[in-house]
């Protein structure tokens, strides 16, 4: 079974500070996507980041940034200066291909993020 | 304004009721999902259509059913079947079935 795993259930930095957050995933496919995803308290959900698995670069959006460690199979979501409206759950997800061709993302359980003034 | 919209905000529902959430999309996509979340899970998926006139269950189906007769509006509908609905609802929606998912607002049910 494909899994996604977040160990920190909640996290907290000062505002300004960078911080990281894990994730760890199971696949024995070789390409897939990855993805963070952030839920403030409005409860949208708001893409943040996404890797492509053949991808051997880390992406970055801005003070988002990725460290993808595919045989380690790691995710980890690194936030530079991070600032007030970055508090929010943030959630990792998985994208596997299913045996009908169709996708399914598979979500971590989040961790909780929150930045201090 | 391309985007995905739900509504209502918030549903309040009678046990025994049958209740629909709406979800509408201006984006083009063919692609379309719901997702059901609970406090400190992540999401579920309930069901899918990568296309017009075609869905597929998720991995929580039961009690639940859709429809997908236009493109752009994929309708939940929530059955007296389903044991427990109380929880937040999510659509999404993506170019194609493996592109990247966007998500609207979501929908706060809760059944009396």
């Known amino acids: 079974a494909q899994t996604v795993t977040q160990s920190q259930p909640e996290m907290s930095v000062q505002e300004a500070e960078t911080v990281t957050l894990s994730c760890t995933y199971d696949?024995?496919?070789?390409?897939?996507?990855l993805f963070w995803y952030k839920q403030p308290p409005s409860r949208q959900m708001i893409l943040v980041i996404r890797?492509?698995?053949?991808k051997q670069q880390n992406a970055t959006e801005n003070r988002f940034s990725v460290n993808f460690q595919k045989a380690a199979k790691s995710f980890s979501l690194k936030i530079s200066d991070s600032q007030l409206g970055d508090t929010a759950m943030y959630f990792c997800a998985f994208m596997k291909r299913l045996v009908n061709s169709n996708y399914q993302l598979i979500w971590g359980a989040g961790t909780k993020l929150i930045i201090k003034p | 304004d391309g985007g995905i919209t739900q509504s209502p905000k918030y549903l309040f529902r009678k046990e025994g009721q049958n209740v629909t959430l709406s979800c509408e999309q201006n984006l083009n996509h063919d692609a379309m999902y719901w997702y059901r979340q609970d406090p400190g899970q992540g999401l579920r998926l309930i069901y899918y259509s990568q296309i017009v006139n075609d869905f597929q269950k998720g991995d929580i189906a039961e009690g639940y059913s859709v429809s997908r007769e236009k493109k752009e509006s994929f309708p939940l509908t929530v059955t007296s079947a389903q044991k427990n609905p109380t929880a937040f609802y999510l659509c999404?929606?993506?170019?194609?079935?493996?592109?990247?998912?966007?998500f609207g607002p979501g929908t706060r049910l809760t059944v009396l």
């Open positions: 999404a929606s993506s170019i194609s079935g493996g592109d990247t998912q966007y």
């Open positions: 696949t024995s496919e070789n390409n897939y996507y």
């Open positions: 890797q492509e698995a053949y």
